[in-house]
DNA sequence: GCCGTTTTCGGCCCGACTGTTTTCAGTCG
């Protein structure tokens, strides 16, 4: 069984947990898990490289300690400093964690003073009023663990980033009407554009004795006031998405933008560099001594520790400060520079409109073209093409660009894979198309060995031109399908094929470590939506915000190119 | 446990709010 960076990653979170209830030093506790966000974030196995005898101790954050460590679970499927930790205190103590307002120390006294190892203990303790009378709880914190009971069945967890821009849209529009308030602004991952929120961090610049925390708590959406003071604000909506406000002064906007947009892990070593060069960073701003030195604008702060401005979607402590420092910074892809949609589906298949309605709506979004791209006869319940039908629909084409100006229909399919790596079309019939999205959408669960050699045979066909969502995950539904992403786009580079990034709300796939892994390699990448109908194409904003994430340029990006420059790019 | 443009030892980001407190620890982001 192959240890995946995921693994390596959970044992350290779930030692740094145990370390951290058992009272360690939180610095000791703090490298375990900045250890375990770098491996898992790491592009590259560290399974592989151990098993390449590459050193370890590159990795920021890991040292000679953890590399040993690192290594013994690579080889051994597991951590023995973690199975001695588990003997000393149960790991259901992880669990209780969880439960808000609880942290180590106070898990800890649960523990020791009245024997409290899970959930059901601690559910069992509360109802029966014993932990009010515990020294440092009260009665406050006893309902506070009821609470989080009852609301456990509801608790939305992260929320997709579509659905947290639904929400922030509304919100935002209404403390804006509210009189006296500046400025309002989203921060958090929300700005960050995470493919998933786990809250809402919203910024309020307003005039003195504005009344914006009593409207929050008033807003119809609001069921639960978690807490509520001058400058900051915490409430929960219908939907589980916990909301915090804060007030912050104008001369401090730059600063508090920065400190709540994050990430944690940024903002860390952003402050690190300002406490090197005797400066003192929060979110009211850049400080040597008392005295204020920036923080009105984002590029002040930045500008205080001798960076560039970095955009929101870098901010991850995964390269872009050592960038800045070179200079090096990625000029990222926007919506402006995309030309046309290179997924898209009709009425043929299991679209909703026909192809000249999807034509001139994309011509509605300033495209250049977009790709239709219906499903092949393997998926019969959605009427997909074979052969046939597919030589007069082109011909349907070649009508329908003579007649329409402005926007050109590419001749495509989005052809399935099938279990052996072949496509589910003849060559023939693949040979007249201008391009082609080849997808999985059957046999998820080969192993990875399989699933990328299967991957691999596919692109072997000299029509292969585009890997449909490359994972195949479906947020909050369906796990990515097992593959070694490291040959994958090995191959893809060998043969010129491109790996596409689904713009689609719901699968954002390729995801951003690995679109830059693909730009690292040299492969390029098509963002396209997957549109089902005219109303997917906007999809096109979450897409780019994906590859913004994963360090994407334009150059990177093929459907930023003409038709004339697209053609070039693809390997026929 | 990591790390080094003052350091191989002694630092390690920082502040608001709450609840349980008589001055602050714990939690959270």
Redesign the pocket.
């Given at each position: 069984m192959p240890v995946h960076n995921s693994d390596v990653a959970d044992i350290f979170n779930e030692l740094a947990d145990l370390l951290e209830i058992g009272g360690a030093?939180q610095?000791?506790v703090?490298?375990?898990r900045?250890?375990a966000r770098v491996v898992g974030d790491h592009p590259h196995s560290v399974a592989m490289m151990v098993e390449r005898g590459e050193n370890l101790?590159e990795l920021?954050?890991?040292?000679?300690?953890?590399?040993g460590k690192i290594e013994e679970i690579v080889r051994t499927g597991s951590l023995s400093?973690l199975a001695e930790e588990e003997r000393r205190l149960p790991s259901g103590l992880r669990q209780l964690?969880k439960?808000?307002?609880?942290?180590?120390?106070?898990?800890y006294a649960l523990h020791k003073e009245l024997g409290i190892n899970t959930i059901e203990d601690l559910k069992k303790a509360a109802l029966e009023g014993r932990i009010?009378s515990l020294?440092?709880?009260?009665?406050?914190?006893?309902q506070?663990v009821i609470e989080e009971f009852s609301r456990r069945t509801g608790g939305a967890g992260r929320v997709r980033l579509q659905v947290a821009e639904e929400v922030a849209t509304a919100l935002v529009g209404y403390l804006r009407a509210i009189e006296g308030v500046r400025r309002v602004e989203v921060a958090?991952s929300y700005r960050r554009k995470k493919e998933t929120i786990g809250?809402l961090?919203v910024l309020v610049v307003c005039a003195p004795g504005c009344s914006v925390m009593d409207r929050l708590v008033t807003y119809v959406d609001v069921t639960k006031v978690l807490?509520?003071?001058?400058?900051?604000?915490?409430v929960l909506f219908r939907s589980g998405i916990?909301v915090?406000v804060r007030v912050v002064p104008e001369e401090s906007y730059g600063a508090a933008l920065h400190y709540?947009t994050g990430s944690?892990a940024h903002?860390?070593a952003i402050?690190?560099m300002?406490?090197?060069k005797?400066l003192?960073?929060?979110?009211?701003g850049v400080f040597r001594g008392r005295r204020s030195i920036a923080g009105r604008t984002e590029e002040e702060v930045y500008a205080s520790v001798g960076l560039p401005y970095i955009e929101p979607e870098l901010r991850e402590n995964l390269g872009e400060i050592e960038a800045a420092l070179k200079g090096a910074l990625p000029d990222l892809v926007t919506l402006d520079d995309i030309r046309g949609d290179l997924h898209v589906h009709t009425k043929e298949t299991d679209g909703r409109h026909t192809m000249r309605e999807m034509a001139e709506a994309a011509k509605e979004m300033g495209y250049a073209y977009i790709a239709v791209t219906d499903h092949s006869k393997r998926l019969a319940m959605v009427h997909g093409f074979d052969e046939r039908r597919l030589a007069k629909r082109n011909d349907e084409i070649e009508r329908l660009n003579e007649e329409l100006s402005g926007i050109r229909l590419l001749k495509s399919i989005e052809v399935d894979i099938l279990e052996d790596g072949s496509l589910d079309l003849a060559d023939w019939a693949l040979k007249e198309l201008d391009l082609t999205v080849c997808s999985i959408h059957s046999r998820l669960n080969l192993s990875r060995e399989k699933q990328t050699e299967r991957l691999i045979r596919a692109m072997d066909n000299p029509y292969f031109s585009i890997l449909g969502h490359p994972s195949g995950r479906l947020l909050d539904a369906r796990s990515p399908y097992e593959v070694d992403m490291e040959r994958l786009l090995d191959a893809a580079k060998q043969r010129g094929c491109i790996l596409e990034l689904n713009g689609h709300p719901d699968r954002l796939d390729l995801v951003d470590i690995n679109c830059k892994m693909a730009k690292d390699l040299g492969v390029k990448i098509s963002v396209s939506t997957d549109a089902h109908s005219k109303s997917d194409y906007p999809f096109m904003r979450f897409g780019v915000a994906q590859a913004r994430r994963g360090w994407l340029e334009k150059a990177d990006v093929v459907n930023t190119l003409s038709w004339s420059g697209l053609k070039k790019v693809l390997k026929r």
């Open positions: 030093n610095f000791r703090r490298a375990y900045t250890a101790t920021p954050g890991v040292g000679k300690d953890l590399a400093q964690m439960v808000a307002g609880l942290g180590p120390k106070r898990v009010s020294r440092g709880f009260g009665r406050k914190t006893e506070m958090g809250d961090d807490s509520k003071g001058i400058t900051k604000s915490s916990q915090d709540f944690k903002n860390i402050r690190l300002g406490v090197k005797g003192k960073i929060n979110e009211y």
